[in-house]
């Protein structure tokens, strides 16, 4: 693999320092600036729409500039956010350090995927791009827990303050390995903003908001579901990022691996089992063992959904990729908050700190189904009328004959008697009561009713 990888690795180092740091460090945020742990859960949603406005934002910007120089840029700009993120005064402040950083994070994994797929072969793509998004999971293993650590000792601005030197080495990395690619001839704006309008585009897309996000449904809370739900020390804390990092590691290098042979069994596979294990997350987090095992498989089955869906775009988007990477970037991080929010909504709501667990879990077929796909509900496979006197749910409205029922087509209700066919009306008369059939010689004698006037 060509050293520029590894430069872009660190500058991956960095960045998922900062944006997967703070999850640990959220009770003691709250208690310095006197927040309660759901808003102060708004630092992981305002990063995230910081990075799905920076995304297409920056890339815009730097279209006119070489992507070596605008990767430069982008880490100069992280370097302040971070800065900003470790002096910060009040709440707003930080906030805003972190809404900063984040512009960053999109624009950068969006342009590297794109240097890291033009420095290899074309079958080695998604191979290249897992690379790069190695130094994300690995600053899960070291520096999450490490910032961790040191946050919750020495405090957590002296944090930030250290991963504003992590994209110091970030930037020289960049400056010193990343070669100087020359810039495609011919594509201008116009060309990156058509590759939208291709369906596959957007239905890769679509995937990467609902398939992720489900993983940070889960992790943005882990610190207080942890100390709070599975009794776990608050020092505890550190070592489960540990196992979630080691598991976007190992996961991250298979699903790059297997991207590149078979792309779309590996997403199936992948998010499917990522539904699975989130699910069974909310009963797994009241056993320690059983809980740790299950953060290992959250990260493992999360990030190994990271390559593939990022090669999908870049190869449904050939020709002008740019953009189009930048803003699947941006996907990874819509869902990232908007599962982030939703799971401070049912913790404010009183539910308890696994509800977080259920509410945004992956959904792997939907993006791609077709309208064949779609259950089909008849009489014979309707689910069973519940028994009551008048064969209706208590306390429910009559579903109408004309209304479909979740994914079934429109049809008769499952609630409601099916009228029987005339066939069904004959065999289903009591025995006494059947008709008797006429013998060929009673029918053809049979008289005939006197013409009408």
């Known amino acids: 693999m060509p050293l520029a990888l590894l430069a872009l690795a660190i500058g991956a180092f960095g960045i998922g320092t900062t944006e997967f740091v703070i999850m640990g460090l959220l009770p003691e945020v709250a208690g310095d600036f006197g927040v309660s742990i759901p808003t102060a859960g708004f630092l992981v949603t305002g990063y995230a729409l910081g990075v799905v406005l920076g995304a297409p934002l920056m890339t815009v910007l730097g279209t006119r500039v070489s992507r070596k120089r605008m990767l430069m840029l982008l880490m100069g700009l992280f370097i302040i956010g971070n800065l900003l993120s470790a ?4 709440f707003g402040v930080m906030l805003t350090g972190r809404i900063v950083a984040s512009l960053a994070h999109g ?11 033009d420095l290899v072969a074309p079958e080695k793509k998604a191979g290249a791009i897992a690379m790069m998004f190695t130094g994300l999971t690995v600053a899960n293993v070291v520096g999450v827990p490490l910032g961790t650590l040191v946050g919750q000792t020495a405090g957590w601005r002296v944090t930030f303050g250290i991963v504003a030197l992590l994209g110091v080495l970030g930037l020289a990395g960049i ?3 990343v070669p100087e690619l020359p810039r495609v001839e011919g594509v201008h704006l116009r060309h990156e903003l058509a590759a939208f309008k291709n369906t596959q585009v957007l239905l890769a897309m679509a995937m990467t908001v609902l398939g992720f996000g489900g993983v940070f449904a889960a992790i943005t809370y882990i610190a207080p579901m942890m100390t709070h739900v599975t009794g776990f020390a608050e020092g505890s804390v550190t070592w489960l990022l540990v196992l979630f990092g080691l598991g976007m590691v190992g996961g991250n290098l298979v699903g790059g691996r297997y991207a590149d042979r078979a792309l779309m ?25 059983l809980a740790a095992v299950t953060i290992v498989l959250i990260g493992a089955l999360g990030f190994a959904t990271v390559p593939p869906l990022q090669k999908r775009v870049l190869d449904q988007a050939h020709g002008a990729p740019t953009l189009a990477s930048a803003v699947n970037i941006g996907a990874f991080n819509l869902g990232n908050a908007l599962s982030a929010w939703l799971g401070g909504l049912v913790i404010a709501g009183g539910l308890g700190y696994t509800a977080p667990n259920w509410v945004a879990p992956p959904s792997p077929q939907r993006p791609l189904s077709s309208p064949s796909s779609r259950p089909r509900w008849s009489a014979a496979t309707a ?5 009551s006197p008048d064969g209706l749910r208590p306390n429910s409205r009559q579903p109408s004959t004309t209304e479909p029922l979740g994914d079934a087509e429109p049809g008769p209700s499952p609630h409601l008697p099916v009228p029987p066919t005339p066939r069904q009306a004959r065999t289903d008369l009591p025995a006494q009561e059947a008709p008797a059939r006429r013998s060929p010689r009673e029918h053809h004698h049979r008289r005939r009713p006197p013409d009408r006037p």
């Open 87 to 90: 002096v910060a005064p009040a």
């Open 107 to 117: 624009a950068f994994f969006g342009i590297g995927s794109v240097v890291a797929a």
């Open 175 to 177: 400056a010193k390995l």
């Open 265 to 289: 069994p590996m997403l199936y596979v992948s998010l499917g089992s990522l539904a699975v294990v989130l699910a069974l997350f909310t009963l797994t987090a009241h056993n320690k063992v």
């Open 383 to 387: 689910p069973p009328a519940p028994s």
